[in-house]
């Protein structure tokens, strides 16, 4: 049976819904896989390649796709080297949810076409759908060297920096784009995200201008609240961002922000809704996670705070708050040892963290280790006007 040409539908149809989708949540909604390859109109007896192909099609264009997996595989027996069998089996997993083994259909599916990009893009998108942005990412940054201009992968491998904390590396990415122009929405709402996020607030601001100008209230309004919280303004913060919310209650990521703001201002009653209604919209929310997982943590409601802090150190492997949360769960479990293999790490990753500090040195006097509790107790001492001169760059709950 001859190989088919694949198709992608586009991810995006205009700016205002592209500048959405790299915030982040509405990638997950509107991000569409490939639709299956179209069969061939030649006839063809039943059971032959041919006419199972044009069957697992039809289930799929119908709705069937129990049908189509079924019929994709039993094609797969007779032609295990088809690439395009393969891809939309693939697809139709991925959309009975089946992203692992729509994963293990597309790493075949490179085996034999290693240059294929479409089987890339859709199982760097099945990755994304996984919630695994770390290796979404590494698909999409191989499709990122290809010399094509391809938005789609652009606006992907944006968010997925953005949900791992990797902003200089979306800073990177998206300024050469931006610089460029022509305005494209999408692009000016992540950059200025990620130059906030570096607290480079002068870039970040000219970003929000131009934002500005094009309209949008409830993304203007988020991007300045942003702004207003990076510069520890966050009764201020607040108050712009629920007026973002108040003109587009679904904007990605607003609630998980809002929450931050309230938590800052002392609000945290308020701030445990924004995040839980943030993680009704979006459960790989990392700063909802890791917050809420804080705020149940403080509380002394370790049993529930677990899931939420795993989650976070799912979602962000490499985030110190994330390993500081958990160390301060192993402490409150017990488990000393590994409370102080974390906090040790975040000791060594952000060594001007004050609070880690103040843990190490009672963690060290419960272990009797009493030298290197006096030693913490001196850096907390040093640290001590320093931190007093400067904001937190994140609230502790």
Known sequence: MRERPTRVLPIVHDKLRAARVVFGLCVLNSCLLALPIAASQSSARPQTPESLYRSADAAFDRGDLQQAIRLYEELLKVQPNSVAARTNLGIALARSGRYADAIVQYQEGLKLAPNSLIVRVNLALAWYKQAEFEKAATELERLRRRPQDDRQSLYLLADCYLRLGRNREAVALLQPVY????????????????????????????????VTMAGGSGEVNLLLGAAQLAAHDSKTAAATIHRALETAPDLPGGWALYGQALLDSGDREGARAA??????????????NLYLGGMLRYDGRIAEAIPYLEKAMTLRPGSVEARFQTGMINAARGRLEEALSDLERVEHESPDFQEVHVQLA????????????????????????????????RSQP
Do not use: C, W
């Open 179 to 210: 610089d460029a122009g022509p305005d494209d929405r999408a692009v000016d709402f992540a950059l200025g995200l990620a130059l906030i996020r570096e607290g480079e607030m002068q870039k970040g601001e000219a970003i929000v201008d131009r």
């Open 275 to 288: 995040f839980q209604k943030a993680l009704l919209a979006d459960p790989n929310d990392f700063d909802a």
């Open 362 to 393: 009672l963690l060290y006097a419960r272990l009797h280790r009493t030298s290197e509790s006096e030693r913490e107790r001196a850096l907390v001492i040093q640290l001590n006007e320093k931190v007093r001169q400067q904001a937190p760059r």
